[in-house]
């Protein structure tokens, strides 16, 4: 990567950034999508853990490498998976502005441009990508975390016109996450079209390739029973559920970027108005078939698809490409000014990500214990039950003040009943598991005000749960091994020898959606 107007690759720089980027935007271990993608790996690692519906989880590891790779790199160093994660968190925030740099390079000649570019993407990393239910960079280990900066550098490659690196990062970026790659294909046959069309060659561009990553079992029906509620609760699918700032956040960078394309902006290569143009169609047509499926209850069953998450990584160029025009346009003292608006920006997203996460600290060092009680009771429970217990918690913990967004599974490393709100997510892409997600989740709505008569009744309905976690007090007649900080862990009661006709008729219900 010779690409430094001294020929070097700014690898302490960047280095830097990268400390500076754990500082600002953090690190949580097990939250948001780390619930699915954590305990995969650990699993890999560990086969005798979660031996209880791990569908939930390994539905999505079955198709990506991201799993296996943090097995084999716990399992090759000898380092425990918790810290693996943490240093491939780290290795992801270097690889992403990396990637970011090689494009930048790749766009900008003006060495002021890059690196107030750099500076900027540095501060807002973890930035909403509009309305898509997506961060640029999660302050988590996700499949995204590797297959961002890969589609990054295989952009980046492309546009220098080196195929083989471009093709070899493309493909990685497919094992790793097949539908990011299918968008990033669709991305370059826009660039290839735009470019044989302005030296008159007709052809057309193949698609067999995205094509592969369709995947299978959508049919022309709408949406019912519990399917249609888990996918309903991520409402962003639909367009037609958008305010009007999130039309904003979605039209006003493709307006822009048509901006560049048309200017001979100072301090840019060909490689940036390539690109400019490239994401105006590539965010038009995401546009266009998320319209079509918002259309008709027929095209519920696609919705999945998610085609707006294309712009994910338009809005990741657009404010890499932004913060370069500004900064070369400041003039001599840009980069000085480029440094102050990057600091409060940076100190923005530092507050952001402390609102986010106000029960825990900004970065977690794996341990034994912790400062958030509730992921203080997580780890009490992987340390004090055994490795196959069960257990049952409110399936609406996520929404709890105090849970930080932190996943059961992916810190306790114990198997539970499915959550109502992130299990939800995996039954949108997956809807085989509607059925089952419903039940379960319906069965432990309310968990933390049960009486003892409704735990037997879920122990009956549910046999394998052996132990339960409640935040506040628990009900007289259960064993509670631990209770500290306002969680009791307890071991379920037995089921009753004979349950009363009036107790099988009305379980703990729940509402269709909260």
């Not at 794996?366 to 009490?380: F, G, I, Q």
Request: hydrophobic share 50%.
């Amino acid at each position: 990567m010779r690409i430094a107007p001294d020929g070097r690759f700014p690898i302490l720089r960047l280095a830097g950034l990268t400390g500076a980027a754990l500082a600002i935007h953090g690190y949580h271990l097990g939250v948001e999508d780390g619930e699915i993608y954590v305990p995969a790996a650990k699993k890999l690692v560990h086969p005798e853990l979660y031996p209880f519906a791990p569908e939930f989880f390994l539905s999505h590891g079955h198709m990506s490498l991201f799993s296996p790779i943090l097995a084999w790199s716990a399992r090759l160093t000898h380092i425990p998976i918790d810290w693996t994660l943490l240093l491939w968190y780290v290795a992801s925030l270097f690889a992403i502005l990396a990637s970011c740099w090689l494009l930048a390079s790749a766009c900008f000649s003006s060495s002021r441009a890059r690196w107030s570019a750099m500076m900027v993407i540095t501060a807002v990393l973890t930035m909403p990508a509009t309305n898509t239910g997506l961060l640029l960079v999660d302050p988590y280990v996700t499949a995204r975390s590797f297959s961002t900066p890969l589609t990054l550098f295989a952009l980046a490659w492309f546009i220098r016109r080196r195929f083989v690196l471009a093709a070899l990062a493309t493909a990685l970026v497919g094992a790793i996450h097949p539908q990011m790659c299918a968008y990033l294909l669709f991305l370059f046959g826009v660039m290839i079209v735009a470019e044989r069309s302005s030296s008159r060659v007709r052809e057309r561009v193949p698609t067999s390739a995205a094509a592969a990553f369709l995947p299978t079992g959508f049919t022309l029906a709408p949406a019912t029973g519990p399917y249609r509620e888990a996918l309903y609760s991520r409402d962003y699918f639909f367009l037609y559920n958008w305010e009007w700032y999130h039309w904003l956040g979605m039209l006003a960078p493709l307006a822009i970027l048509a901006w560049f394309w048309k200017s001979d902006l100072r301090g840019t290569l060909p490689g940036f108005r390539r690109i400019s143009f490239a994401l105006i169609p590539f965010g038009l047509v995401s546009i266009v078939a998320a319209g079509i499926l918002g259309s008709s209850q027929r095209f519920e069953m696609f919705a999945r698809l998610q085609p707006l998450r294309t712009f994910h990584l338009i809005t990741l160029v657009f404010v890499l490409f932004l913060a370069g025009v500004a900064g070369e346009y400041l003039g001599r003292r840009g980069l000085a000014i480029m440094a102050g608006l990057a600091l409060a920006l940076a100190a923005g997203m530092y507050y952001a990500g402390t609102q986010t996460y106000p029960s825990s600290p900004q970065v977690e060092i794996p341990s034994s214990t912790s400062s958030n009680p509730w992921v203080n009771a997580l780890l009490w429970v992987r340390h004090n039950t055994p490795t196959d217990a069960v257990f049952a918690a409110d399936s609406r913990y996520f929404k709890d003040d105090l849970s930080d967004l932190h996943g059961f599974r992916a810190v306790s490393e114990r198997s539970a009943l499915a959550d109502y709100y992130k299990d939800s997510g995996v039954v949108s892409l997956f809807p085989a598991l509607a059925v089952e997600w419903k039940q379960m989740s319906n069965a432990t709505y309310g968990l933390n005000h049960f009486s003892i008569d409704q735990f037997r009744h879920l122990r009956a309905e549910y046999p394998d749960v052996s132990w339960t976690v409640i935040h506040g007090p628990a009900p007289a007649g259960l064993t509670c091994p631990y209770q500290q900080q306002g969680y009791s862990v307890c071991q379920m009661p037995a089921p009753p020898l004979a349950q009363s006709p009036q107790l099988l008729a009305t379980p703990p219900s729940a509402p269709s959606k909260n």
